[in-house]
């Protein structure tokens, strides 16, 4: 395969901004829509994204058992039952032995552009090991952010962590946005843009089908038209360079 697929770190500053559901509402969206997809759990003890896409309990091997060579990357990833094309790779529970390297994880990736159109890669909060495995050897970036004071301030702080990526490669999400935001939302959003410095690549609305979801184990984009799920879809056509309308909350 010539193809060079795309890898992308969804990071945030702060913890619970909606990263995982962020990586696994756009990573279903790009695979219904025909791409090959992995996403890719960066957050090595608290890994929850296999959750989020309704596949607890498949995977036996993680990225550090395919980075560090103990297994290969076709063994390790598991393809969702139900979004054909949608693939896992998770995160160790744990890290046992010698953390993954920058240069392992570099390779892992360029094995992963071979073989993937999209790369998905769920960071965890903050700035420490985690943010930078997700991050060093990626084409392009996410910073999740909520409307909030101190989200916005947390995501201005991981921007200028991230200047190894180009300008145009770096882009800002703004999700749990409520109804009730929505007439102050233009400068709510201008604010947010102005304060992260980066351009806008989608809003998420705040939608009770997320947690429901993620309860039930069923996977967002297949659970009927959610608010969210449209937003994730949109912000999958922006992602392959179309044009989506920014948001419709109705
Ligand atoms: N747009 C949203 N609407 C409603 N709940 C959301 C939304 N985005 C995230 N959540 C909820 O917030 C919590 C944290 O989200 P998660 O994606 O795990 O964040 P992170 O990975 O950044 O820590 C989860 O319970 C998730 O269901
Ligand atoms: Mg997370």
């Known amino acids: 395969m010539e193809t060079r697929g795309q890898c992308i770190a969804v990071v945030s500053g702060k913890g619970g901004t909606g990263k995982t559901s962020f990586t696994a509402g756009v990573g279903s969206a790009l695979a219904l829509g025909g791409k090959r997809v992995l996403c890719l759990d960066c957050d090595v003890g608290l890994r929850n994204l296999d959750l989020a896409l309704g596949l607890t309990d498949r995977a036996l091997m993680d990225f550090s058992d395919v980075a560090q060579g103990r297994c290969s990357l076709e063994s390790a990833v598991v393809e969702h039952p139900k979004i054909p094309g949608l693939f896992l790779l998770t995160a160790p529970v744990r890290s046992r032995g010698r953390p993954v390297s920058e240069r392992q994880m570099a390779d892992l990736l360029q094995e992963i552009r071979r073989r993937y159109d999209y790369c998905l890669l769920d960071a965890?909060?903050?700035?420490?090991g985690g943010f930078l495995l997700a991050t060093c050897a990626a084409d392009r970036?996410?910073?999740v952010t909520t409307a909030d004071a101190s989200s916005l301030r947390d995501a201005q702080h991981t921007v200028m962590e991230l200047n190894r990526f180009s300008s145009g490669s770096l882009h800002l999400v703004v999700n749990r946005v409520r109804k009730k935001m929505l007439r102050s939302?233009?400068?709510?959003?201008?604010?947010?843009?102005?304060?992260?410095?980066?351009?806008?690549?989608?809003?998420?609305?705040?939608?009770?089908a997320l947690p429901l979801c993620l309860n039930q184990g069923v996977?967002?984009?297949?659970a009927g038209a959610q608010p969210?799920?449209?937003?994730?879809?949109?912000?999958?056509?922006?992602?392959q360079g179309g044009k989506a309308p920014l948001l419709r909350i109705k």
């Open 124 to 128: 965890p909060a903050g700035l420490g």
């Open 141 to 143: 970036a996410v910073v």
């Open 185 to 208: 939302m233009h400068a709510t959003i201008d604010d947010a843009i102005d304060k992260a410095g980066l351009p806008l690549i989608g809003v998420v609305p705040e939608d009770d």
């Open 219 to 222: 996977p967002l984009l297949l």
């Open 228 to 239: 969210a799920a449209s937003a994730y879809r949109n912000i999958a056509t922006r992602i």
